[in-house]
């Protein structure tokens, strides 16, 4: 029962996607966390627990993060958000690669062309103020 899961044929994408994520953060934070750990004393009270220590925690606490992912994205609110947030990406109506290109090209464009006009406003009020006396070069 605690490890049961709801609605196991809905959101299956997203529930993988959240779960694989939050874990890949929680790898990389718990190999920060061994790299800290190895500044420990090779002795501590005369037992040699630094590999223990230095491996051991983070391996737990990744555990106990995949355990706590596990009971998240099935929780019934959690996993009835996932599912319909991945309801609503199917209904996503996705660009072509050529709308993309084409818009792409737009933007591009439209940048340079207000940069020029920017540009030559600003010689304009520079060549203005030049001969009003208020700017001196």
């Not at 993988?16 to 934070?29: D, K, P, R, W, Y």
């Not at 005369?46 to 391996?59: D, E, F, V």
């Not at 940048?111 to 103020?129: C, E, K, N």
Request: proline share 2%.
């Amino acid at each position: 029962m605690a490890f049961e899961i709801y609605k196991p044929g809905q959101g299956k994408y997203t529930r993988v996607v959240t779960f694989v994520a939050v874990m890949c953060l929680g790898i990389i934070g718990a190999y920060q966390l061994s790299n800290t750990l190895s500044g420990l004393p090779d002795k501590i009270a005369g037992i040699s627990m630094k590999i223990y220590l230095q491996y051991g925690i983070p391996t737990v606490l990744v555990a106990l993060l995949g355990l706590l992912m596990f009971h998240i994205v099935n929780r019934v609110r959690s996993a009835d958000f996932l599912i319909a947030t991945e309801g609503e990406m199917k209904k996503v109506a996705w660009s072509s690669r050529k709308e993309i290109v084409g818009s792409t090209k737009v933007v591009i464009v439209t940048s340079f062309i207000i940069a020029a006009l920017l540009f030559g406003v600003d010689w304009l009020f520079v060549v203005l103020f030049q001969k009003i006396g208020l700017l001196q070069m």
